[in-house]
């Protein structure tokens, strides 16, 4: 459905288990602009997310829509038109697919949920790592031999095994970002 005489919409047949949509273009946009790509799932109220673009240079691309079911729009595009829902249908029970022709310039300033998502994860690896050092470090601070240990009743833990460990969390870390989240 035509949004407007720069935007428009479709609903999108879309199973539970849909991870990545695929949007291209069969006709060419006009010089100097391309389309900014949006999706909305079924929610009680639109909730419109920005994904990406397409121009005429890159005519298609694979979206990751798998994580963007909770409806929080994170990014920092221009929503996808007002009226938007009236146009693409009234029935907020399938998924949605919305494109607006955009100014290049204007596109290469848009960020995705994505990137977002992106930035968000090389923080959390950024802090987690900066953390795990300190903690490492103020252990590794008390660290006596065994000819240096008097009896207390406290536990001892051998630096061997924190080092283990700290080189396996780095590990699990680096390969997924998110693994300690399940």
Not at 1 to 17: K, M
Not at 155 to 182: A, C, Q
Request: proline share 6%; hydrophobic share 35%; net charge negative.
């Amino acid at each position: 459905a035509v949004v407007s005489t720069q935007s428009t919409g479709c609903n999108v047949a879309v199973v539970a288990d849909t991870h990545h949509l695929v949007v291209f273009t069969t006709e060419p946009f006009p010089d100097g602009f391309g389309g900014a790509i949006y999706f909305n799932w079924p929610n009680p109220a639109p909730s419109w997310q920005y994904l990406g673009f397409i121009t005429n240079e890159k005519p298609s691309a694979i979206f990751k829509i798998s994580q963007l079911k909770s409806g929080s729009n994170p990014s920092s595009a221009p929503a996808f038109g007002g009226a938007a829902e009236a146009a693409v249908g009234s029935s907020l029970q399938q998924p949605q697919l919305g494109v607006s022709v955009t100014s290049l310039s204007e596109l290469a300033q848009m960020t995705t949920v994505n990137d977002n998502r992106s930035l968000n994860v090389a923080s959390n690896v950024q802090f987690v790592q900066g953390m795990l050092e300190n903690l490492y470090n103020y252990l590794t601070s008390f660290a006596v031999t065994q000819q240096e240990m008097t009896p207390c009743g406290d536990s001892w833990v051998k630096i061997g095994h924190l080092n283990g460990w700290y080189e396996r969390f780095k590990s699990r870390m680096t390969n997924d970002p998110d693994f300690w989240k399940k």
